[in-house]
């Protein structure tokens, strides 16, 4: 189920932190979603992603109601929760808690899925970041929601995207994500212009002051990873990050 997963020891007092990037493994999803298809608004048939969904609040040790998930709309919005939504998810693209045994959840296919954690403060958020996200500041105001909510010391696990070699895009579009974040700047594999998001994020990140964790990964080249540059139609893998009870 899960292509990356870990759990951070908590500080005397705190909870732990669990973190975790889901696989494209065995599940209920089939075809252009095969396997652990989590995304609601791809076109798969809606009873095989609550199955999938359930079966990752499973595997994390909640309640399917605890999973919480966003409507991502490439926007720059960022919310606090403190529970499961009252009714239909919100139009945002960063979510932050300071609530235990919850679980967020942001959905990609290629962009830059970050997971943010404060285990002193007990503090944690999840990012959509795609290319409009990086260019909007997205993660930036992110880690501004969780400074408010008392954060100080920051963490940021950045997951598997589209890696700057297969995100071939007009040279105006390069030119534009490269005056936000130069690091941004790539090239493909065929010496076109190109954009490294995740680089750009990580480049975000560190500006703000924030310590990075980057798991290696190319949506596009990883099978076990869904990828719409590649596949087109296809399903949503997921970031996950739960702040878990502090310890008596």
């Known amino acids: 189920m899960f292509y990356w997963r870990t759990t951070l020891t908590p500080s005397p ?71 499961p939504w009252a009714g239909e998810a919100p139009e945002v693209d960063g979510v932050v808690t300071r609530a235990p045994e919850l679980a967020l959840a942001v959905l990609v296919a290629d962009c830059v899925p970050v997971l943010l954690h404060d285990a002193d403060s007990a503090v944690v958020g999840a990012v959509h970041a795609g290319r409009p996200g990086m260019l909007g500041g997205i993660v930036p105001r992110a880690v501004s929601a969780m400074r408010d909510l008392g954060a100080r010391r920051i963490h940021a696990t950045v997951g598997p995207s589209v890696c700057g070699r297969c995100y071939e895009v007009p040279e105006e579009m390069a030119r534009a994500a490269a005056l936000t974040a130069p690091s941004s700047a790539a090239r493909s594999w065929t010496g076109t212009p190109a954009v490294d998001v995740a680089a750009g994020v990580v480049e975000q990140l560190a500006a703000a002051g924030v310590t990075v964790q980057w798991v290696p990964g190319c949506t596009r080249e990883s099978g076990d990873l869904y990828s719409y540059r590649r596949d087109g139609r296809t399903g949503r893998f997921a970031g996950v990050v739960a702040r878990r009870k502090e310890q008596a």
Do not use: I, K
């Open 13 to 83: 007092g705190a909870g732990a932190v669990d973190l975790a990037f889901t696989g494209r493994s065995a599940a209920r999803g089939s075809g252009p979603y095969a396997g652990l298809n989590l995304g609601g608004h791809v076109g798969d048939d809606p009873a095989d992603v609550e199955a999938n969904r359930a079966a990752l609040a499973h595997e994390v040790e909640l309640p399917r109601e605890r999973l919480v998930f966003m409507r991502q709309v490439h926007g720059c919005e960022v919310v606090e929760v403190d529970g």
